[in-house]
């Protein structure tokens, strides 16, 4: 162990400073080294690794007789002053939770203008979704309805049911909301001397960004679609585009939310 002093008195010296701290039986390692003829160096540590004590003690020829009582004494005011040691290494933390997830089912609701020819339609509708707190993803389901548009001599009024898949990101009060919908747009004349109605294949893109309040989250959507339908009378003679274009203000209401 060393070249000053007895090897054997000074690891029974330790060894009763542990015993007297009821450290006999836990995980401390003490070792003991020589730097060099005149130094000795202490360390105790838990098994671990986690150090305690590091000292390096620089004996003078006179001190050899007495240095296992010294590094015994070290050990029992180390011990005295950090009895905490005595026991075993404290346990690792435990590994963090999971990140929480969430199922929220959410009503949608908006009123836009839409372009071309000019009109106003609104939509009702919800989206369930499932994910953790920032990135959600879901499924959504809406019904939206447009006041009747001028076609010649008569309007065109707009009934859409469609479904979609939905990402939702939430930061802070801010909400943003993406949406890829699909489903049926059903085009009914009115006013005309035969009224015709015929349901057409729809899909959009929809972009919703807003802030949260207490209730739910406010703000904008803009829905966008790259069909080229147009609504027709019979005799041909009247034709509008059908409008693929809409910005309105929207909103979300929470209903349901639980891990």
């Known amino acids: 162990?060393?070249?000053?002093?007895?090897?054997?008195?000074?690891?029974?010296?330790?060894?009763?400073?542990?015993?007297?701290?009821?450290?006999?039986?836990?995980d401390l390692v003490v070792s003991v080294a020589a730097q060099t003829v005149e130094e000795l160096h202490l360390r105790v540590a838990h098994a671990n690794?986690?150090?305690?004590?590091?000292?390096?003690?620089?004996?003078?020829?006179?001190?050899?007789?007495?240095?296992?009582?010294?590094?015994?004494?070290?050990v029992d005011r180390f011990l005295s002053a950090f009895p905490e040691w005595a026991?075993?290494?404290?346990?690792?933390?435990?590994?963090?939770?999971p990140p929480a997830?969430?199922?929220?089912?959410?009503?949608?609701?908006?009123?836009?203008?839409?372009?071309?020819?000019?009109?106003?339609?609104?939509?009702?509708?919800?989206?369930?979704?499932?994910?953790?707190?920032?990135?959600?993803?879901?499924?959504s389901l809406l019904v939206r309805a447009s006041v009747p548009q001028t076609a010649g001599s008569g309007h065109f009024q707009?009934?859409?049911?469609?479904?979609?898949?939905?990402?939702?990101?939430?930061?802070?009060?801010?909400?943003?909301?993406?949406?890829a919908r699909a489903g049926a747009l059903l085009v009914s004349g009115i006013g005309f001397a035969e009224n015709a109605s015929d349901w057409l294949p729809w899909w959009e893109g929809a972009v919703f960004a807003g802030r949260r309040f207490g209730w739910g989250a406010l703000g904008v959507e803009v829905a966008a679609s790259a069909l080229r339908d147009r609504a027709v009378t019979r005799d041909g003679l009247v034709s509008?585009?059908?409008?693929?274009?809409?910005?309105?203000?929207?909103?979300?209401?929470?209903?349901?939310?639980g891990k």
Do not use: K
């Open 1 to 26: 162990m060393f070249a000053c002093g007895d090897a054997g008195d000074a690891t029974a010296a330790i060894r009763n400073v542990l015993v007297a701290h009821g450290a006999e039986t836990s």
């Open 49 to 74: 690794g986690e150090v305690g004590l590091d000292r390096t003690f620089a004996l003078a020829p006179t001190d050899c007789t007495s240095a296992g009582q010294l590094l015994a004494l070290s």
């Open 87 to 97: 026991g075993p290494a404290p346990a690792p933390p435990p590994p963090p939770p």
């Open 101 to 139: 997830r969430w199922v929220d089912a959410t009503l949608l609701g908006a009123v836009s203008s839409i372009w071309v020819p000019l009109g106003v339609d609104a939509h009702v509708g919800g989206v369930l979704d499932l994910g953790g707190e920032l990135h959600r993803f879901g499924g």
């Open 158 to 179: 707009q009934t859409a049911v469609l479904a979609g898949a939905a990402y939702r990101y939430r930061a802070g009060a801010w909400r943003l909301r993406g949406e």
């Open 240 to 257: 509008e585009d059908i409008p693929l274009f809409r910005l309105g203000l929207a909103g979300e209401l929470g209903v349901v939310s």
